[in-house]
């Protein structure tokens, strides 16, 4: 499933299956944000890892379910 995003003044999108966008959407609720403030943060933190975008937002979501 695709959703397109606005990030650091591009619009892109990013494709994910459902249940990674479901862990992601419980995550952004936890901490009070939107699914899109969310995938900002997380944009921004991985300049240090060099991970695609996609990869990233993976992980984060596996770490989340713990």
Do not use: Q
Request: net charge positive.
């Amino acid at each position: 499933m695709k959703r397109s995003f606005r990030l650091a003044g591009h619009r892109t999108s990013i494709a994910l299956e459902a249940e990674f966008w479901r862990a992601l959407e419980g995550a952004a609720e936890r901490r009070g944000k939107t699914l899109a403030e969310l995938i900002e943060d997380l944009d921004a933190g991985r300049a240090e890892t060099a991970l695609p975008l996609a990869s990233t937002l993976r992980v984060f979501a596996l770490n989340e379910r713990g």
